[in-house]
């Protein structure tokens, strides 16, 4: 097997660490009990040739696996995930099940989500942004209504865990800093079975260490 190398950021301000995409790929090599490299890059990296060779729009997680480069996290995960047990099932039905879940992770929940976060960063006061975050909070509810009734009375969205799942967990995590998952009893719990699985917790930390060696003096 060709070595695999995953980029990652050097570092990342606190909001998005344990956030970024590279996240997911880790987890699923994890999982699959594949060894890998980083590839760690700065900002200052992100629009050289050679790195928008390997991620066309500059942007993190990358995938080299010996000639073979990917990007796109989900697209990686999928890569990663057809050729292990651990993430995809084998019955024909249940694989096209866990895809189709993948898609919904990042097609339909993803994209409310991360709106929702693009606003809170921007703070803006004014009465069109109060009413557009309303707007993506309403969204949001409805999406995670609807994922808390696939979930409900199942501890994973197949009966066991899959990629759709590892994906699932890596978006519901960007809602961190509010209550809209919290609040829904189902979708909590759900979470934190998926992030106690050791593969998680090995990610997490192997995305959280370049930050913490590169950890920026406060002045
Ligand atoms: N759809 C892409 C999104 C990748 C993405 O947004 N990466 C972020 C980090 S999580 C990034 O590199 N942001 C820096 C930038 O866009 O300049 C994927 O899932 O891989």
Redesign the pocket.
């Given at each position: 097997m060709s070595t695999i190398r995953v980029s990652a950021f050097r570092w990342v301000p606190p909001f998005a660490q344990g956030?970024?995409?590279d996240l997911r790929v880790r987890w699923a090599l994890e999982e699959a009990g594949l060894a890998y490299e980083e590839r760690l890059i700065g900002r200052e990296d992100?629009l050289s040739e050679a790195y928008l060779n390997l991620q066309p729009?500059?942007?993190?997680?990358a995938y080299e696996e010996g000639e073979l480069v990917l990007?796109?996290?989900?697209a990686i995960v999928l890569h990663i995930a057809e050729r292990s047990d651990a993430l995809m099932p084998s019955d024909p039905g249940a694989r096209a099940r866990t895809k189709t879940w993948m898609f919904a992770a990042l097609n339909t929940v993803e994209p409310p989500i991360m709106f929702l976060n693009m606003l809170d960063r921007r703070q803006d006061g004014d009465a069109a942004a109060k009413a557009l975050r309303l707007a993506a909070v309403g969204e949001i509810k409805k999406r995670l209504a609807s994922l808390r009734s696939r979930l409900d009375g199942r501890e994973y969205i197949e009966d066991r865990f899959t990629a759709a799942d590892l994906l699932m967990t890596t978006v519901l995590r960007i809602l961190r800093d509010t209550d809209l998952v919290a609040e829904i009893p189902v979708l909590e719990a759900y979470c934190q079975r998926c992030e106690a699985r050791p593969a998680f917790r090995k990610a997490l930390a192997g995305q959280m260490a370049p930050f913490i060696a590169n950890a920026q003096p406060k002045m």
């Open positions: 956030l970024v995409r992100q729009f500059g942007q993190v997680p990007f796109e996290s989900g």
